[in-house]
């Protein structure tokens, strides 16, 4: 079986290492003072490709089965001390759903979300994503709106 990978450069493993952590809700396969591993069985991947902000990685993201899982992400990321920004029932990408938005001590944004519906336009979001106290908030995608 495949996996998808996606490596991140950072400032601070210690720091970035408990924010993944918290976000996959596991420890690292491996750890080093200059590196860490996270081989996960879950998330499987949703990869999307859109023309609406400068070319370049917009964000990264996670799609939950349920309602319930996307709180639970959100939940942990809170209560390690993470900024989030929660978005009830939006319309983005063509689809309706639920998100929660937390950025990386690197600055690096990610979406969680859970979709329970499709929807016949873009739409927009609040697509305010959340921020670490270092790091300022910014548009998900660099324009209203985000993708899902």
């Known amino acids: 079986m495949s996996r998808f990978h996606v490596h991140v450069h950072v400032d601070d493993i210690a720091k970035s290492a408990r924010f993944y952590s918290t976000l996959f809700g596991s420890e690292p396969s491996v750890l080093k003072d200059d590196y860490a591993k996270w081989m996960l069985e879950e998330p499987r991947v949703?990869?999307?490709?859109?023309?609406?902000?400068?070319?370049?990685?917009s964000h990264l993201g996670i799609q939950v089965e349920s309602d319930s899982e996307l709180r639970s992400v959100a939940g942990r990321l809170k209560a390690a001390g993470e900024i989030t920004h929660d978005e009830e029932t939006v319309t983005c990408c063509y689809a309706k759903g639920n998100k929660s938005w937390a950025s990386d001590p690197a600055g690096v944004r990610w979406e969680t979300f859970y979709t329970f519906g499709d929807a016949t336009v873009y739409g927009e979001d609040d697509a305010r994503p959340a921020a670490t106290?270092?790091?300022?908030?910014?548009s998900a995608c660099g324009i209203p709106g985000c993708c899902i």
């Not at 949703?46 to 990685?57: K, V």
């Not at 106290?133 to 910014?138: G, K, L, R, T």
């Open 133 to 138: 106290p270092s790091v300022a908030p910014q």
């Open 46 to 57: 949703n990869f999307a490709i859109s023309t609406r902000g400068a070319p370049g990685l």
